[in-house]
Nanobody, 120 residues
Framework: QVQLVESGGGLVQAGGSLRLSCAAS????????MDWYRQAPGKQRELVAA???????MYADSVKGRFTISRDNAKNTVYLQMNSLKPEDTAVYYC??????????????WGQGTQVTVSS
């Protein structure tokens, strides 16, 4: 059974920083793209940042220059460093990954989400 578990969310003042982590566990053979999404109250879930297994990154325009996605392949973990946080960054942040478990085809997995709240 493959699981994604996020951590690192919390309450921070505008201008502050947080670092989110997402660790994949289970019988993992290979991980392809690892992404971060977020969903604010009353809004659709949106892609924040993506990182391919080859190191290619993609960021939403709203976070470019402030957020950095990285991964530690040895630990099956993806990170999201969030700097210069704004109140509009407040949302539940979700980790997403395409994972091939031992003996299985590729599947898409979601974490349970971690709350990020930025006060003004």
């Amino acid at each position: 059974q493959v699981q994604l578990v996020e951590s690192g969310g919390g309450l921070v003042q505008a201008g502050g920083s947080l670092r989110l982590s997402c660790a994949a566990s289970g019988s993992i053979f290979r991980i392809n793209t690892m992404d971060w999404y977020r969903q604010a109250p009353g809004k659709q879930r949106e892609l924040v940042a993506a990182l391919s297994s080859g190191g290619r990154t993609m960021y939403a325009d709203s976070v470019k220059g402030r957020f950095t996605i990285s991964r530690d392949n040895a630990k099956n973990t993806v990170y999201l460093q969030m700097n210069s946080l704004k109140p509009e960054d407040t949302a539940v942040y979700y980790c997403n990954a395409d994972i091939s478990a031992l003996g299985d085809d590729w599947e898409n997995y979601w974490g349970q989400g971690t709350q990020v709240t930025v006060s003004s």
